[in-house]
């Protein structure tokens, strides 16, 4: 019987890994197909990784208002983003402070937070202003109670969210690559939809896929790899430690979207034809294009299922020049959602394939540097705590 020995441990797998991340680019290969499989990983990252890095949350355009909101699952914490009365944004709980039940689902807007169990109301600054019933009980105080607030900062019309109250600001982190987004004017960029969904894949997959241009061309030849160039795709070099992993990429002449606009003041030269696609690690990714971005933010749901937020937006200067904004829109998410479909087949697939006898890591192209980088981040914050 024909067997390739894997690792198959998590002690096992780590090793694994960071002998992979001390490799070379050229001589690296994919990871250890037992990093997507394994629970116990599943579990690690969610404690080192998850429970203690910037995650995304969307776009603060989602919530203009006063008293809008949107919940947001952080790792294993369910937490509520808030437009408070002063206009800034913050993050808390989204579990009452009484019997634990979740208190909102989805998006909206409100004055207070009412747990849909037993009536406790918060506030927008989520502190405890109503419970009934509560005067016959010597251990109750309305004033000491609140939900417990997180660290939410807005970065370039992002919204970032994270459980570790000593985190580096998201600004400081990312300073190198802001450099090469400001002239873009991202933050301005109008929100066209945001969605949630699961997929029956490891979230490392689907990261892995999204960083990596080498398969556009091919799994994407009848979309976005239709204007692509191979040859003529770079990258951001910032050495074994950054937070972030950075490609760029040109759109040919007839390419129908990915150019700026000729009302687009801010950018020169090949750049009003260039796309950025930045990895925040660990699983904030996006495609920032002259005209538009998309992006999607990743969590697991175990190891063979993420969750997934999916959204757009487009530049305010292309969105102003279409006469018939509704049918613009309708078109730009259908060619979204159809790349959508052909990533999900292939990212699928590669879970499937890690769980095969048979299945093993090959070598890296050059094309996979950012796979490669992601690997070492992994390693960084799973085997050298």
Not at 73 to 96: F, H, K, T
Request: glycine share 6%; proline share 6%; hydrophobic share 40%.
């Amino acid at each position: 019987m024909i067997h390739i020995q894997q690792p198959s441990t998590v002690d096992e797998v780590l090793t694994s890994l960071k002998k992979l991340a001390a490799t070379p680019l050229e001589a690296a290969t994919a990871p250890p197909k037992a990093i997507y499989t394994l629970p116990d990983i599943t579990a690690h990252e969610i404690d080192r990784i998850f429970a203690s890095e910037w995650l995304c949350a969307g776009r603060a355009d989602e919530l203009p208002n006063p008293g809008d909101y949107m919940a947001f699952e952080c790792g294993a914490q369910p937490l509520i983003i808030i437009r408070g009365a002063d206009g800034a944004l913050s993050a808390r709980s989204n579990i009452c402070r009484h019997r634990m039940m979740r208190l909102v689902e989805g998006r909206g807007n409100t004055r207070k937070f009412t747990c849909p169990y037993h009536a406790w109301t918060y506030n927008l600054e989520g502190q405890l202003v109503g419970a009934a019933y509560m005067d016959r009980t010597t251990c109750f105080n309305k004033s000491d109670i609140q939900l417990p607030a997180v660290r939410c900062e807005e970065y370039l019309g992002w919204i970032y969210v994270c459980l570790d109250p000593d985190v580096e600001p998201v600004a400081h982190m990312l300073a190198d690559l802001t450099e090469k987004l400001l002239p873009y004017n991202m933050q301005d960029y109008v929100t066209i939809f945001t969605e949630d969904h699961v997929w029956d894949t490891n979230w490392k997959c689907l990261t892995e896929n999204f960083m990596e241009s080498y398969h556009l061309p091919v799994a994407h030849r009848s979309t976005v790899g239709a204007h692509y160039s191979v040859d003529e795709n770079t990258f951001d070099e910032r050495g074994p430690f950054a937070s972030f992993t950075c490609q760029f990429f040109t759109k040919s002449d007839g390419a129908p979207v990915g150019r700026a606009h000729d009302d687009n003041t801010s950018l020169e030269g090949v750049w009003r034809h260039t796309s950025v696609m930045p990895t925040v690690f660990p699983s904030h990714m996006y495609v920032l294009a002259p005209d538009h971005h998309w992006y999607l933010s990743l969590q697991p749901n175990g190891p063979a299922r993420t969750r997934i937020r999916y959204g757009a937006a487009i530049a305010p200067e292309k969105l102003a020049a279409e006469q018939d904004r509704d049918a613009y829109l309708a078109a730009t998410k259908a060619f979204l959602d159809k790349v959508q479909v052909e990533d999900r087949h292939v990212v699928e697939g590669i879970f499937n394939g890690a769980g095969s006898p048979l299945g093993a890591p090959g070598p890296l192209s050059w094309l996979e540097r950012g796979n490669h980088e992601f690997a070492q981040y992994l390693a960084r914050q799973l085997c050298d705590h």
